[in-house]
């Protein structure tokens, strides 16, 4: 609940105390003025200052406010000089109420500070009374400190977390939920949420009337972001697992089959699904059991025999000539891979390099459209293809006028650009996927070229020893079958931990796909729709009220299910309604969300300002049946600014003033002598 008690504006000139001091109530409120320059936008920018939200006017702190807060005043027909000035708000949310204070002007205090009085404007000398000062600016939506932050708890909203342009999750502010339903006078009757200041939140006006109207889909969607975060996250796990198997096997020869690259919904654990293969150091394959057991078998017969040197020569020399042999093949295989990764480096570079350009180039046309849309604004002729002297049409490119092919536009050669990007980003990370296989294999032929050198030398050694010596090539056979046992099992067992991480993995991508299936398609729950379908239905009728009748007829209008604008026919109903008719469509939408919002319990925070709404001359009629039906609102507060501008609408004022309504009639100006200030009263 949101409602607005008494406002009071001080400002202490070098001849007295000047300014007014209003009370409000619950439904319709007028602030009345005989004349259009008497400073009831004044007052109604007060409002919004002392609230922090200026920027739906347009403007930042102190700047907003107009001269009778800053600079000077006229009273009787006399300037006097504005020294200092505060406003002050009581405002209540139906459990406490408290007085907002700000300064407009004051020696040493800067307008972004805010002092909190929890108690009503009367006592906030009391010494009972606590007081709390708070900042307004960078943070002041999260932090304890924050005027914002202190605001949304106090009128107990509780808003929600968003998607920002930039992809991450904010607050939706304060200052945007407001512009829904603070129309002020300058460019508020331009169209819906005219006021709403940019604050880098997506789709602004969707999350606002989403909020406003407590639909779910505002949660859907921000179900839909963390699922696609936690999707992402499970992929970029399963590929770190998987690099670090194919790591693992390519550091023993080895190649593993069998394990999906992508994450998927398994049934069983993989280690029942995946295969090992092993490459000896002559290059033949092997399935992982039956070479662990060679190996083995091997081991054992080595074991069994003696390990000196024999009449064996002749094997000696036949294995050291095969050794040799494969050293020979196995170098080449090195060399011609490391020319492979070699030439790719060079790519890579040239990849680089090209990305560069590339990212530039988009850059400077980004850039250079931003000029011409600048250009076209300010009918500067080289942005408009004329020449600036001769004002002749000139083309935008380099070309011969001889060269049939029409060049493409700054837009089209952007969208070429990012196209080439995005495919030189794939064929750079492909490579460099393909370098990182080539690197492992070099690395894994050159162990395997190591241990054959050792066993070389051994067998050198060997041919060199006198009979009855130990047989240094049987043992180095021996330590690197057993090198090679240990470190296979080490690998599989490594290898089956990792895979055990990717079952668990794939059991939180399935709890993932569960709550992704559980996100209506559209977004819409049933009840979101049923609250759509009414919203349309009040916004209908109350067009229907207000006259509406421009070139559609009313049974082609409807509330879009994408923007939840009005729509006709899939087109902005504004572009085909005429200026008296986009106010009355801004009337009818306004009071509709808020109907709407009371009868579904939405977060509606119950309050409107409406600032001059009787724009573009619309007729007395209309007027009234829109202020008759602000009368009818339950549950909420209307304050409504005007000039009395024609008899019929005195007249209706001094009627409704009779019948009860609260009517603040602003005789000449708004500001007026003041006895006292509140401090001293």
């Known amino acids: 609940m949101f409602r607005v008690l008494r406002l009071r504006v001080e400002s202490e000139t070098e001849q007295g105390l000047f300014g007014f001091d209003y009370t409000f109530r619950t439904g319709l409120n007028f602030i009345a003025s005989f004349e259009n320059t008497s400073g009831k936008s004044s007052v109604l920018i007060a409002l919004y200052y002392a609230l922090g939200l200026e920027e739906l006017i347009g403007a930042k702190g102190s700047t907003v406010l107009t001269p009778v807060y800053k600079i000077d005043l006229t009273y009787n027909n006399e300037e006097h000089i504005v020294l200092q000035s505060e406003i002050y708000l009581e405002l209540t949310n139906g459990i406490e109420t408290i007085t907002i204070s700000r300064v407009g002007k004051k020696e040493g205090i800067s307008d972004n500070l805010v002092s909190v009085y929890h108690s009503s404007m009367n006592d906030i000398d009391s010494p009972k009374t606590e007081q709390y000062d708070y900042y307004l600016g960078i943070n002041s939506t999260k932090n304890k400190d924050g005027f914002h932050n202190f605001l949304e708890k106090f009128l107990n909203i509780e808003l929600p977390l968003v998607v920002s342009n930039d992809g991450n999750e904010r607050k939706l502010y304060l200052q945007l939920l407001f512009a829904a339903m603070f129309i002020e006078q300058k460019r508020g009757w331009s169209d819906l949420?005219?006021?709403?200041?940019?604050?880098?939140?997506?789709?602004?006006?969707?999350?606002?009337?989403?909020?406003?109207?407590?639909?779910?889909?505002?949660?859907?969607?921000?179900?839909?972001?963390?699922?696609?975060?936690?999707?992402?996250?499970?992929?970029?796990?399963?590929?770190?697992?998987?690099?670090?198997?194919?790591?693992?096997?390519?550091?023993?020869?080895?190649?593993?089959?069998?394990?999906?690259?992508?994450?998927?919904?398994?049934?069983?654990?993989?280690?029942?699904?995946?295969?090992?293969?092993?490459?000896?150091?002559?290059?033949?394959?092997?399935?992982?059991?039956?070479?662990?057991?060679?190996?083995?078998?091997?081991?054992?017969?080595?074991?069994?025999?003696?390990?000196?040197?024999?009449?064996?020569?002749?094997?000696?020399?036949?294995?050291?000539?095969?050794?040799?042999?494969?050293?020979?093949?196995?170098?080449?295989?090195?060399?011609?891979?490391?020319?492979?990764?070699?030439?790719?480096?060079?790519?890579?570079?040239?990849?680089?390099?090209?990305?560069?350009?590339?990212?530039?180039?988009?850059?400077?046309?980004?850039?250079?459209?931003?000029?011409?849309?600048?250009?076209?604004?300010?009918?500067?002729?080289?942005?408009?293809?004329?020449?600036?002297?001769?004002?002749?049409?000139?083309?935008?490119?380099?070309?011969?006028?001889?060269?049939?092919?029409?060049?493409?536009?700054?837009?089209?050669?952007?969208?070429?650009?990012?196209?080439?990007?995005?495919?030189?980003?794939?064929?750079?990370?492909?490579?460099?996927?393909?370098?990182?296989?080539?690197?492992?294999?070099?690395?894994?032929?050159?162990?395997?070229?190591?241990?054959?050198?050792?066993l070389a030398i051994s067998i050198r050694s060997d041919l060199r020893s006198i009979k009855s010596s130990l047989s240094e090539t049987e043992i180095r056979k021996k330590i690197i079958l057993e090198n090679k046992i240990s470190n296979l099992a080490k690998m599989k067992s490594e290898i089956e931990r990792k895979l055990d991480l990717l079952y668990k993995a794939s059991e939180e991508w399935r709890d993932v796909l569960i709550q992704e299936e559980k996100i209506p398609k559209d977004g819409f729950t049933s009840r979101d729709q049923l609250v759509l379908k009414d919203f349309t239905k009040n916004f209908l009728r109350n067009l229907e009220k207000y006259k509406y009748k421009s070139k559609f007829v009313l049974t082609d209008i409807s509330i879009s299910r994408q923007t939840y604008l009005p729509v006709a026919k899939d087109f902005d109903v504004k572009f085909s309604s005429s200026a008296s008719d986009n106010i009355r469509s801004i009337w009818a939408y306004t009071v509709a969300l808020l109907n709407t919002s009371i009868a579904y319990n939405g977060n509606h925070p119950g309050v409107l300002i409406f600032d001059e709404p009787a724009q573009h001359s619309i007729v007395f009629e209309d007027l009234n049946a829109f202020y008759s039906d602000l009368m009818k609102v339950d549950n909420a507060q209307v304050i409504v600014g005007l000039t009395m501008n024609s008899e019929e609408l005195k007249d209706q004022m001094f009627e409704y003033n009779r019948a009860g309504v609260n009517v603040i009639f602003i005789q000449k100006k708004s500001f007026e002598r003041l006895e006292k200030s509140i401090h001293s009263a």
């Not at 050293?327 to 011609?336: A, G, L, W």
């Not at 250079?368 to 083309?395: D, F, R, W």
């Not at 794939?426 to 050159?446: C, D, M, P, T, V």
Request: charged letters at 30%.
């Open 193 to 454: 949420f005219s006021g709403l200041p940019y604050l880098g939140i997506k789709e602004p006006k969707q999350r606002v009337v989403e909020f406003i109207l407590n639909m779910q889909v505002i949660n859907n969607e921000r179900k839909r972001k963390l699922v696609q975060i936690e999707k992402t996250s499970i992929v970029n796990k399963w590929k770190v697992l998987i690099d670090e198997i194919f790591v693992l096997a390519n550091r023993e020869n080895c190649t593993v089959y069998g394990i999906p690259n992508y994450p998927q919904v398994l049934s069983e654990k993989l280690d029942k699904k995946y295969s090992i293969t092993v490459i000896d150091l002559f290059g033949v394959i092997h399935e992982f059991d039956d070479f662990v057991k060679q190996s083995e078998f091997l081991l054992d017969k080595s074991n069994s025999v003696e390990l000196i040197v024999g009449d064996n020569f002749e094997e000696l020399n036949k294995e050291l000539s095969g050794i040799e042999n494969d050293i020979d093949v196995i170098e080449k295989e090195i060399t011609d891979v490391e020319s492979t990764y070699n030439r790719n480096n060079v790519t890579l570079s040239i990849l680089k390099e090209n990305l560069e350009v590339i990212s530039n180039d988009i850059i400077n046309n980004k850039d250079a459209m931003k000029l011409a849309k600048l250009g076209s604004e300010l009918e500067i002729n080289t942005y408009n293809n004329k020449c600036p002297v001769c004002n002749q049409h000139i083309n935008d490119s380099l070309l011969t006028i001889d060269i049939i092919e029409t060049p493409m536009t700054l837009e089209e050669n952007i969208r070429h650009l990012e196209s080439q990007k995005a495919l030189f980003s794939y064929s750079l990370n492909s490579i460099k996927g393909k370098q990182n296989e080539l690197r492992s294999y070099i690395n894994a032929k050159n162990d395997g070229l190591y241990e054959l050198r050792r």
